[in-house]
């Protein structure tokens, strides 16, 4: 059995993992941990790293002595060198403060040099597991208390922080193109579970790219824009040689998405992974709700080319897409004249699976929002019919 720390948007996480792993059971789930069976260990190190929702993979073992300090002894008499761990717990909360002050005294009174690195008594950051090297050395442990049963776990996998930042170094960018967060592109790519995956709105790459790292052998990028055209072959080359890819095939061109119909990339591709153009970019004091609905108008004579062209085509493949919404005054304003195109065309695929108490919004879809931000994702996986 393994368990999985979720993003902080743990939907989009529990929706990835799903995807990623159709044939597991989902054993139990809260917002921060999920509990996986019927998946294998060297499946989940050849997925974990494509995954943008998971922040740390971790392998349960039986919990035979209940009693964490006895555990991790008994794990740390076969190391040799000065015994460095961390634990963290999940779901219920427990006294960390107690149970690292035993662990350590057990130690000593066994003779073994020992330094805990939770700082402050608290549970450890991904940064802290990589600094210490804790995954390699197997003493990165959990400790998962759902309520009902309480597991014991030693961490296989941890997200690379600096993968990302890797990623971001180096990248040709423009503040006034809202970049997708990567995390949020390779859940997108996952969800649609596509290898030859084509965005329509590709901005400045975020998408091909993601689909690069994640080994796809394909991909397509098109933009009205030929300025962020180019810098998406920029983007892609300085992935392509930063991270020693050897892709077949990225082609990327300037195209109108309203005459979608024309693109070379429908026929080629198995999946359209796209973030909706979001409109002006708003600041906290200037949104008012007339302008969102002004916004709207602009960009609804967009999308209904665009799905109609689709239609027209007879697209086959799986659409991920990202709809903007807003948030005034505290309260969301959805882009609804929009699900009116999309049920006209496309059905609704689910994101999840049933849940007695996770599920998606009432339109089908999930969200994604930072707090400091007006605008927001609305992501949707759709089939054109
Ligand atoms: C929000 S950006 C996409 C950013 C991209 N996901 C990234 O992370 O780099 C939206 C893009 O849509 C493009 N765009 C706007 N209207 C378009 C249209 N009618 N057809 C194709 N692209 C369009 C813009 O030029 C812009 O690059």
Redesign the pocket.
């Known amino acids: 059995m393994f368990a999985f720390q979720l993003w902080r948007e743990f939907k989009l996480s529990f929706s990835e993992l799903w995807s990623v792993f159709p044939d597991a059971i989902f054993e139990c789930i809260s917002e921060d941990i999920c509990i996986l069976s019927g998946v294998e260990k060297k499946d989940i190190l050849t997925w974990a790293p494509r995954m943008g929702g998971i922040i740390k993979a971790i392998q349960l073992i039986e919990w035979y002595r209940w009693n964490p300090s006895e555990t991790i002894f008994e794990i740390a008499e076969f190391h040799e060198w000065k015994f460095a761990y961390g634990i963290t717990y999940f779901w219920w909360t427990w006294d960390l403060k107690k149970i690292l002050m035993d662990t350590k005294k057990l130690l000593r009174k066994h003779s073994i040099s020992s330094r805990f690195i939770n700082k402050n008594f608290t549970p450890l950051s991904s940064a802290q597991i990589i600094g210490e090297n804790l995954v390699k050395k197997e003493s990165d442990f959990s400790i998962v208390d759902t309520g009902n049963t309480e597991y014991f776990g030693k961490t296989i996998w941890v997200q690379d922080i600096d993968g990302y930042s890797k990623r971001d170094y180096g990248k040709t960018r423009d503040m006034q193109?809202?970049?997708?967060p990567p995390k949020l592109?390779q859940i997108m790519v996952n969800i649609s579970g596509g290898k030859k995956v084509y965005?329509?709105?590709?901005?400045?790459?975020?998408?091909p790219i993601e689909c690069i790292l994640r080994g796809n052998k394909e991909v397509y990028g098109?933009?009205?824009?030929a300025e962020?055209t180019q810098k998406?072959k920029k983007n892609i080359a300085f992935v392509q040689k930063e991270f020693s890819n050897n892709i077949k095939t990225t082609e990327c061109i300037t195209?109108?998405?309203?005459g979608i119909s024309s693109s070379p990339f429908l026929k080629k591709s198995d999946a359209i992974v796209?973030?909706?153009?979001?409109g002006q970019v708003f600041q906290k004091y200037s949104i008012t709700e007339k302008k969102i609905a002004e916004e709207k108008q602009k960009l609804l004579s967009?999308y209904r080319d665009?799905f109609l062209w689709l239609q027209k085509a007879k697209y086959r493949g799986t659409v991920v897409i990202s709809f903007p919404f807003w948030e005034v005054h505290g309260k969301y304003h959805y882009f609804s004249e929009v699900y009116k195109i999309v049920e006209k065309h496309c059905k609704i695929e689910h994101l999840l699976p049933y849940h007695e108490t996770i599920k998606h919004t009432r339109s089908g879809s999930l969200l994604y929002k930072r707090k400091d931000q007006v605008v927001g994702r609305e992501i949707f996986k759709l089939k054109i019919q």
């Open positions: 193109v809202g970049m997708l592109a965005d329509p709105f590709c901005g400045l790459g975020t998408i098109s933009d009205i824009s962020n998406t195209l109108d998405a309203r796209t973030e909706w153009y979001l967009i665009f």
